[in-house]
């Protein structure tokens, strides 16, 4: 059971360009979150996702544009990069219909803005 | 919008010794979900709290939810270095449509000296 992945793992990019970072899981849960963190910040959500092809924005979207066409994937792309952007970014995702909305996260992208 | 302070950042301790930490919401909370996050690692959930004044354990981890739901504490007795990493607490707003969302706190990067 491969739960929930992300890639890449670690990516440095140069300022302007853009780079996604892809999220996949494997337990088709409904609700998938993007965060980042930063220290002294904590987890700061970026975007949700409740289900394919709804998304909204989260406390800190600017910058960032999120896709969810297939359950399963919830990919995030920074359109042009900047060096506030050097962050670790985690995907997350959690059940619907349940009480316990308990969130699973992937193992993380660093990423480096230049 | 809501807002979830934890506090202390960071926390020193002698192997042996206790260790607070304390999280306060702006807002009433639905729940309240606690993650520990090891060096490097993800954060992974540990526990959720639901009902006004609630107490649950976990071997020599405490957590409580405050009579009003809008604070909570993790407690952690005697502490080893298996304990080392940051703990963060996570509400999800009372009421409304929050698909799932949770509001993380700072979290408490916990170091225990041998």
């Known amino acids: 059971d491969a739960g929930i992945t992300q890639s890449p793992r670690y990516k440095i990019t140069e300022t302007g360009r853009q780079v996604t970072l892809m999220c996949h899981q494997t337990w088709s849960h409904s609700y998938m979150f993007w965060y980042r963190q930063d220290l002294g910040h904590g987890l700061r959500l970026i975007y949700y996702?409740?289900?394919?092809?709804?998304?909204d924005k989260g406390e800190v979207p600017d910058g960032y544009v999120v896709s969810r066409s297939k359950t399963e994937n919830f990919p995030l792309t920074l359109e042009s990069a900047t060096r506030s952007q050097t962050s670790v970014y985690f995907c997350?995702?959690?059940?619907?219909?349940?009480?316990?909305?308990?969130?699973?996260f992937g193992p993380g992208t660093r990423l480096t803005v230049t | 919008g809501q807002q979830v302070m934890q506090i202390p950042q960071y926390q020193h301790v002698q192997e042996g010794e206790d260790f607070t930490t304390y999280c306060n919401s702006s807002t009433t909370l639905s729940n309240i979900q606690w993650y520990k996050q090891r060096p490097g690692g993800h954060p992974v959930f540990l526990i959720q709290l639901v009902k006004s004044g609630e107490v649950k354990k976990q071997k020599r981890l405490t957590f409580q939810f405050g009579e009003a739901k809008k604070n909570s504490s993790l407690h952690i007795t005697a502490t080893q270095t298996t304990d080392v990493g940051t703990y963060f607490c996570?509400?999800?707003?009372?009421?409304?449509?929050?698909?799932?969302?949770?509001?993380f706190g700072q979290g408490t990067i916990l170091t225990v000296h041998p």
């Open positions: 997350a995702s959690s059940e619907s219909g349940t009480s316990n909305y308990e969130q699973y």
């Open positions: 996702s409740a289900a394919a092809d709804i998304t």
């Open positions: 996570a509400g999800q707003l009372a009421g409304g449509t929050s698909y799932g969302k949770l509001t």
